[in-house]
């Protein structure tokens, strides 16, 4: 059974900072490209970023870039997103995703093969 735990979410002020992790199972870590999105109220879920198989290559969504990180420990089956200097605009809930492919174009919802069930990051002002 696939599985996709994200934890590390929480309440942090203004440019403060969290990691994340996503613990998983159940499929070949390794061939997968490991990436997160995460949806804030009342929009759709969007694209953070992503990390290659053997982490050689990272792709970021404009508005994170220069202040999140995103990591994988494929000994331990294991992805992270290190956000800093946060943002009340990046209050919202972050999901682990997996996909087979890395071209940032084929990052889509509807396309990623696996989903985790988010975990909630607010930043407060």
């Known amino acids: 059974q696939v599985q996709l735990v994200e934890s590390g979410g929480g309440s942090v002020q203004a440019r403060g900072s969290l990691r994340l992790s996503c613990t998983t199972a159940?499929?070949?870590?390794?061939?997968?490209?490991m990436g997160w999105f995460r949806q804030a109220p009342g929009r759709e879920r969007e694209f953070v970023g992503c990390i290659s198989w053997s982490s050689e290559t990272t792709s970021y969504a404009d508005s994170v870039k220069g202040r999140f990180t995103i990591s994988r420990d494929n000994a331990k089956d294991t992805a992270f997103l290190q956000m800093n200097s946060l943002k009340s605009e990046d209050t919202a809930v972050y999901y682990c995703?997996?996909?087979?492919?890395?071209?940032?174009?084929?990052?889509?919802?509807?396309?990623?093969?696996?989903w985790g069930k988010g975990t909630l990051v607010t930043v407060s002002s």
């Open positions: 159940g499929f070949t870590f390794d061939n997968y490209v």
């Open positions: 995703a997996a996909h087979a492919l890395l071209q940032r174009s084929l990052w889509t919802t509807g396309a990623v093969d696996y």
